[in-house]
């Protein structure tokens, strides 16, 4: 909970705050659109909401949108789900991201970074060429718009040059990291039916080669609507018979054409963690996209052309798409392929140091490893470029918020964010011109109507409550792919709020504006009729140096009592010993309450997470409720089949 007035960890100077982008867009849309002039951002924020289609309206003339042809209103239908934004307007996603090459043509549109942390440069009129040339290509196969067009590769700039020539000729890029195994693949492949596949024959990580050339080859035979495999010889191999070389699609010198279509035309798919079932198909459009990531990077991120962004990410995560997508503010983008801790933890502030990163994003858990590890990034690191640390995939505890203050830079500004795989953005994270309080995100978005709600839908503040949006954003799904009548859609967002989305996260919105995000509220602890955020007791439970990783779970009994293990994956060297399991409950006491002392803590050979790296709870509870592997969880989904194993003996033997 927010405590009445605690001191910000950082607070950004005058001069970086009239540098910033959002300040000179604010003074803009006051004078053109009618924004508040002053209050700053709570006030420009306030607006957004207030004023949806006039903010939108200039964040497209701000970044100078090409509407080919243009729209008849902002926000035809306000329906969620259901909202049509810029009806009638026509433009193209891949235009806007390579339109710095018309005169930024020899500077690096790419750096690709791989686990030797050599950088390597690819300029703006070479990122141009090749996707001319692939774009090309691609409508000499016949590919159409709304054809659908997979990659099978890790962060190269392959990748990037792929997914930028599919959305230049209209048709919708997906993507699957080389790491996912073929069944998980197909689990989201089969649903969208390529056209195309672009894949590699192995990938590099922890300094070993991955041979994937029998993966790809079932992909070939279990994908029927594949008319070209596309080969990419990362590892040097041959091209398999009847496979495209990629050197020969890339070799012209074309310049590209941008399919003009329609606004809410499909951009890419992207795909839910499906740990209990088959991933959603989560399909978003190239105008939603378009305009809710210039206003994320170009204003929330304040990145600009001579800007370097590099976030630790793979091709299976959205925060890939999102990477790219730095390049509509002519940013330079860096693409790292490799371990996140090769040859050691401190890997990527190596990457950050050599690629000169002014914004280096990772996740919560690399920062807290980093911690543990007795990392020292400002002592070991040239990081005097690094003007941003941001992170997401899960809350960044307290503890990580100071270790970046105390061993990057007490001027840093840290961006803690919060979004989805389901909007491809942020819900709420980083402001540049607003304060940093510990363990807390600078503030919830602009055009982004984010609210906590109590169970019985009112809004409540400093207590927590249900994450839920009140109005539509661009970047929200047009649909789901294969949801013909729109009803897998509707109950994985609206079913709890009819027309609000519920995204299914548990936060704070403090009274001075700030967010704390507890955690997923599908896998809230419930004892006593207090509810509880998992991630409250990670926090408290990880900063042992005896625990490597934490897993809690709360079940009802069937007697109607409440069992609340905690699971915990030991440090090597550590034992669960009587004196280190006195501290776990004594340190979840006096940091959060009684009530969150968990009732046994067990310890397991390792904690299991979705193929992104997040833990899962749910199909744990599942499993120890009794239900059968093969019911509790989708196997494609999860990074260590085998420990799941512990979880269903445990069960066994309870029962």
């Not at 690096?108 to 060429?129: G, K, N, S």
């Not at 495209?244 to 035309?265: I, Y």
Request: with cysteine.
């Amino acid at each position: 909970m927010s405590t009445a007035n605690p001191q910000p960890l950082w607070q950004p100077d005058p001069e970086r705050i009239a540098e910033a982008r959002i300040t000179t867009f604010q003074s803009w849309a006051a004078a053109h659109h009618g924004a508040p002039a002053d209050g700053g951002y709570a006030a420009l924020h306030r607006w957004s909401v207030d004023h949806l289609d006039t903010f939108w309206k200039a964040v497209t003339d701000f970044f100078d949108v090409r509407f080919s042809t243009p729209y008849t209103e902002v926000l035809g239908d306000r329906a969620m789900p259901g909202a049509r934004w810029f009806p009638g307007a026509t433009l193209n996603y891949a235009e806007h991201a390579l339109r710095a090459a018309a005169d930024r043509a020899d500077r690096p549109a790419l750096v690709h970074v791989d686990e030797t942390h050599e950088p390597r440069p690819v300029t703006w009129a070479e990122l141009r060429r090749q996707v001319g040339s692939l774009a090309a290509e691609l409508r000499a196969l016949g590919v159409r718009p709304g054809d659908r067009v997979s990659g099978y590769l890790p962060n190269i700039p392959q990748a990037v040059v792929a997914l930028l020539a599919t959305a230049a000729v209209g048709a919708v890029w997906t993507s699957c990291a080389p790491d996912f195994g073929a069944r998980s693949v197909l689990d989201r492949f089969q649903q969208v039916e390529p056209v195309v596949l672009f894949t590699v024959d192995g990938y590099r990580y922890g300094g070993k080669e991955h041979d994937r050339r029998e993966t790809v080859a079932e992909l070939r035979r279990e994908l029927p609507t594949l008319r070209a495999v596309v080969h990419i010889p990362l590892l040097g191999t041959e091209a398999p018979d009847g496979t495209l070389e990629w050197s020969a699609l890339t070799a012209g010198d074309t310049e590209p054409v941008f399919e003009q279509v329609p606004f809410d035309h499909p951009l890419w798919v992207l795909y839910s963690s499906g740990t209990t079932g088959l991933p959603k198909a989560i399909v978003q459009s190239q105008g939603g996209i378009l305009v809710e990531h210039l206003k994320q990077l170009g204003l929330h991120c304040d990145l600009g052309p001579e800007d370097r962004f590099f976030w630790y990410t793979s091709t299976g995560w959205m925060m890939w798409n999102f990477l790219v997508s730095g390049l509509l503010t002519g940013t330079t983008i860096v693409l790292y392929d490799g371990s996140p801790g090769y040859p050691d933890t401190g890997a990527q502030w190596t990457v950050a140091e050599r690629t000169g990163a002014t914004l280096y994003g990772t996740s919560a858990a690399y920062v807290m490893a980093c911690r543990k590890a007795g990392v020292h990034p400002a002592r070991d690191h040239d990081l005097s470029r690094v003007k941003c640390v941001a992170t997401t995939g899960s809350p960044l505890p307290p503890d990580g918020f100071r270790w970046l203050h105390d061993e990057v830079r007490d001027d840093l500004w840290i961006a803690s964010v919060s979004g989805g795989t389901d909007v491809c953005s942020c819900f709420a994270g980083a402001v540049p011109t607003l304060p940093v309080y510990t363990g807390e995100l600078q503030a919830p978005g602009l055009g982004t109507d984010l609210q906590a709600w109590d169970p019985s839908g009112h809004p409540v503040v400093d207590e927590v409550g249900e994450l839920v949006v009140t109005q539509p954003m661009p970047s929200m799904p047009v649909r789901f792919w294969n949801d013909p009548d729109g009803s897998r859609y509707h109950d994985s967002y609206f079913d709890t709020y009819p027309g609000v989305w519920r995204h299914g996260d548990w936060i704070t919105l403090t009274s001075r504006g700030t967010v704390i995000i507890h955690g997923r509220s599908d896998s809230t602890l419930n004892r006593q009729g207090v509810r509880m955020g998992s991630a409250d007791i990670y926090e408290v439970v990880e900063r042992l140096p005896e625990i490597k990783e934490s897993l809690v779970i709360g079940i009802e009994q069937p007697d109607g009592g409440y069992w609340m293990p905690l699971f915990v994956h030991l440090a090597p060297g550590a034992a669960l010993d009587d004196a280190l399991l006195d501290r776990i409950k004594r340190a979840i006491r006096e940091h959060l309450s009684p009530r969150h002392v968990p009732d046994e803590i067990i310890e397991v050979p390792g904690v299991p997470h979705t193929l992104t790296g997040k833990r899962i709870e749910v199909p744990v509870k599942r499993l120890l409720q009794g239900t059968p592997l093969e019911k509790a969880v989708n196997p494609g989904s999860i990074d260590d089949l085998t420990l799941l194993a512990f979880y269903e003996e445990l069960a066994r033997k309870r029962a």
